[in-house]
C-alpha cells in the first residue's frame, strides 16, 4: 500500500509540473515580444496595459537594453502625463498617435521616491514609448515620422 501511495503522489506531482508549465508556456505567448519600427530602425517592446502597470512602469528596474523599450497601450487617444518615480536611469519618451510620432521628451532624469515633475504629451496619444535615454537623437526621430508595430 505504500509503494503505491508513493507512486500516485510521484505522478501527481509529474503531471503538476506539466500542467504548471503548460500554463506558464500559455502565460509567455500572451506577452510575446512586440517590435516597433521607426523606418528600419527596430526596438524590441514589452507592452504594458494594464492599470498598474502603467503606474509601475520601469519604475525599480537597474537598467533597459539598448534596443529595448515599454510601449504603453490606451484605448483613446488623450493627453498624457508620465512621471520619473524610482527610476534608475535616464529615459526618453516618445508619444505616438495612430503610428505616428507626435513628439518626443529627451534625456529625463530619475525622481526618485517623490518626483516633482510630470512629462506631458504635445498632443493627444493612444500610445507611448519609453526607451533609454539618447534613443530619440541617435536614431533622428521627429514628430511626424511613422511608426510600425509588430
Not at 511626424?144 to 509588430?150: K, W, Y
Request: proline share 5%; charged share 25%.
Amino acid at each position: 500500500m505504500g509503494q503505491i501511495k508513493k507512486s500516485l503522489i510521484l505522478s501527481f506531482a509529474l503531471f503538476s509540473g506539466l500542467l504548471l508549465t503548460g500554463c506558464t508556456a500559455i502565460k509567455t505567448a500572451d506577452k510575446a515580444d512586440k517590435h516597433v519600427y521607426f523606418g528600419e530602425k527596430k526596438i524590441k517592446v514589452e507592452l504594458v496595459t494594464t492599470e498598474a502597470d502603467k503606474i509601475k512602469g520601469l519604475s525599480d528596474r537597474r537598467s533597459l537594453c539598448a534596443d529595448c523599450g515599454m510601449l504603453f497601450v490606451y484605448n483613446a487617444p488623450s493627453a498624457r502625463s508620465f512621471w520619473m518615480k524610482d527610476m534608475n536611469f535616464p529615459l526618453d519618451i516618445i508619444w505616438l498617435k495612430d503610428n505616428q510620432v507626435v513628439g518626443a521628451s529627451e534625456n529625463l532624469p530619475p525622481a526618485g521616491e517623490r518626483p516633482t515633475e510630470l512629462y506631458a504629451s504635445p498632443g493627444p496619444v493612444n500610445m507611448v514609448l519609453e526607451a533609454n535615454a539618447g534613443f530619440v537623437a541617435s536614431h533622428g526621430i521627429r514628430a511626424g515620422d511613422e511608426v510600425r508595430i509588430e
